[in-house]
């Protein structure tokens, strides 16, 4: 066995709650890390994975104390040793790289100020030969010109890169351990699937432990032996994720994984009913009041219990959850997709485009603007989902706002029910601007934080149908019941909501205004897998129920999967492959889409070996010719340059825009993705 | 940034050219007659008529706006009405050099001193110095300047009798003469203006120091010092630079009450004497000049801060530029 890094024992840790009471966010956490460990923690937000991650290097954020147990790095023991010891122990041993890159880069300092400073402290490099270190480091993290990079401020960089500089100061310091707090989130999937092969790279190399805290099960499915799957403060299951994917043994492990959405499946995923509250009673399963396998004797605290050596859990139902028959997928299937010719469509854009203007200090010059949609054709029929994909960047957003009608500069058509819609929302009419209704990523920007729910949901219906409150209320009522919220909620305020909730009431409000289409932009991205399940089943409820047609913007190819007919995929504001969403997910031809779902993460199958994994993803879109050819590894050194490449038609109105000819799109597909379906 | 610097340019000259046409306004424009309100009701009518002349009040005011804010701009302040053959121009810049130096001392000693108690409040919060910190500066903010004036005046100037309670040198003394008389007012002004920005820097600070690149350069293992003066004292104290300007440009509201209390012989207490004598090319001169001095200030300070924060200097430098 290899030798033995970091010892937690028993720890719990609490935040205080109120006068006298400190809540434990943390309960009895046991966890051994060797040399070369490859250590995965999951679990809802609030669950106190984060907590835990933090404790790993004796640290607790703000007024949080350490109630019990302890945290051995070697022989010391990390919570109370001497700061001047603790400092030499973090960044040097034990790294940590943040969530949220962005925030957690100083902005004031440039990237090598702060790789640099961690070389001085704990290495004592500086001048020359720490600059020559921050360069092999900026390389090893895949950087194409580590010198500009390193002269550079952090707003200055990407989200991706911005992550890639984190790992290059937690790398600095030459860790044995690397603590890793949802290193990806956030981030789009080719970046992901970067960012994660360097992880795995650098552990299978230097022999680094890892410990890698996510939500999503599937990043911890490819990066990760072993896993702890955290419930309020609680490890309920623990084990080599190989056992623990294949045979989930707690009711929580069992219900994250069957809420995963799956990209092979066209279903929706089952949520996970309930939701995550603070631990209350310790005395009883944690796990209580969400589970469908609990009997009386669930009031006395399970045990983590060891099934196999690969293997323990915490619950004293173990057998029957195991026996459990797996009803992962939503029996119902979508509808299909319409034929092309059965109906009109009733959202339509033709030749749709859009820039941004952009300021240049050579005021007397005239206004650059850079083109974000380009020639978009795109319509959506009736009850029918249209998932529009991409990274960011990549120009989705703005079609989402273009079509609302607030971003008036345009050329191209937008119509809706066969009437042509103006570009500017003040200048539609009242019907028109009912027919159209949008849906936001954050919930907590687009709900008025000082209206309750019932003022939220009756808004749109005084605007739109001229309701009085008393006229209102039974609609609102009965759209809050379609959505799975009880009367209670009416009276409350959107700081009262969870996340969930908040999108719940988002979509209802939506729905009230009665619209052909709504456009949701990122709807689920912010939520945890169990929430966002159940959000996107009231969706597909309520859309079944009112024949809406939907244009649905999401970055998550196996959300979209499983609610969409049709799928378009964005690549700098053009259209690259549009069609059917069985097609264009098995089939996928143009280059950019068979990178996209090469990058898809999944539980079941390991990781594809990634076509652009050694290119930097972040590179300026050419002009002219065809965008993606930077970024193509089948790209024809001239045609590809020059000429714009055409719209070819397959089977099925499935689109593609590409030079090379199908049956060389097939192969490039099959050499890649391996697809034995 | 180019365009920045001159569009600011360009706002300066059209806010001082509003400010000029208002202070112009005020004093010339207002009902009744420009020779009665500086003379009084019971004025003989043939000095009335003398004044009439020495102003031009004969000629469209507009005239003379222009000719005035064109001999102002070219040097040539005017007259005085109250004190005969007295240029404006001398006897404002001698006087401006008292105030100058008297808030130069104030911004000097309070400023370093308002950063170093709200950084330590902001670091120590909540405990023994920072509700010391936080007490003296909620009652230096509460006290009016000349209570807090008199009160030092009554221990320093009477009880102890170590400084002089007022200014008994001449406005034209040099600055080492000056010096000792500029000591209680200098003071003073510290007490007000360091409860002001203290305040301020206590609770970026106290923001900051919750900031994930705080928090994530104690997991980095930087030292308890460095985090201080590398991180939070930097970024603490980039969002007070406009409230430090702004505290600054007040000093010369300010230094009109202390300036008063302490006969101390600077623009503030010109400008109370001009008033009282109805001295009005003098008001307007003075006016201009404070005007154009609080303006100069607060772009100081915009620039500073423009040119401090890498997010705001390099706001033309976009990323996925050039990689």
Redesign the interface.
Known sequence: MNELLLTVCDLAIGYPHGAQQIRPVLNGVHLQIRRGDRIGIVGESGCGKSTLA?AL?G?V??NGVRMRGSVNYGSEELFGLA??R???????DI??V?Q?AG???????TVSDQIA??LT??RGMTGHVAVQRINALLTQMR???PT??AS??P????GG?QQRIALA?ALA?EPKLLVLDEPTTGLDVTTQAQLLALIHELSRDTQLATVLVSHDLAVIAQSCQRVLVMYAGSVVEDGEVSHIFRQPSHPYTRGLLAAIPDITQARLPVPLPGQLRHMVDSTQCVFLDRCQFAQPDCAVAPPLIQLTPQQAVRCHHWQTVTQQVDRKYDTTLLPPVAAASAQAPVLQLTALSATYAR?????WRPTKTIPVVQQVDLHVQAGQTCALVGES?SGKSTVARVIAGLHPPLHGDITVDGMRLHADVAQRSAPQRQQVQLIFQNPDGSLNPRHTVAEILYRPQAVFFGRTRAQALPHSRDMLQKMRLDDQYLERLPRQLSGGEKQRVAIARAFLADPTVIVCDEIVSALDVSVQAAVLQVLVDMQRIHGTALLFISHDLAVVRAIAQTVAVLFAGQICEHGPAESVMTTPHHPYTIMLLSAVLSVAKPMHSMAASTA?P???VPAGGCPFRHRCAIAIAQRCADQIPPVQQLANGHQVRCHHPPAVLHAYRQDILHLDM | ????I?RRVLTICVTLFVVAAIIFAATEVLPGDVATAILGREAAPKRLAAIRQQLQLDRPASERYWQWLGGFVQGDWGQSLARPDQAIRPLVLERLRNTFWLSLLATCIGVPLAIILGVLAGLRRNQWLDSLVSVISLIGMSLPEFVIGSLLMLVFGVMLAILPAVTIVQADAPLTKLLPSMILPTLTLVIVMVAYILRMIRSSVIDIM????V??????????R?IIW??IV??AL?PTINAVGLTVAWLIGGVVVVETVFNFPGIGRLMTSAVSDRDLPLVQALGLIGAFIYIMINVVADVATLWL???LR??????????
Do not use: C
């Open positions: 933090q290097l640290f954020r703000d700061p001047d603790l400092q030499a122990i973090r960044g040097a790294a940590f943040p949220n925030q957690s880069l100083a902005p004031h300092r400073e961690v402290i704990h950087f194409a010109n500009q990079i550079r401020y707003h200055q960089l990407s890169q100061i310091g300021p240049t200090w050579q005021w960047g930097d972040v590179q300026a | 940034m180019m365009w920045d001159v919750q900031s994930e690149y928090q994530m350069a104690y997991l980095k293992g930087v030292p308890q460095l590398r991180y930097p970024t980039l924060t890498p997010r390099t706001q033309f430098w976009r990323p996925n530029e050039e990689t």
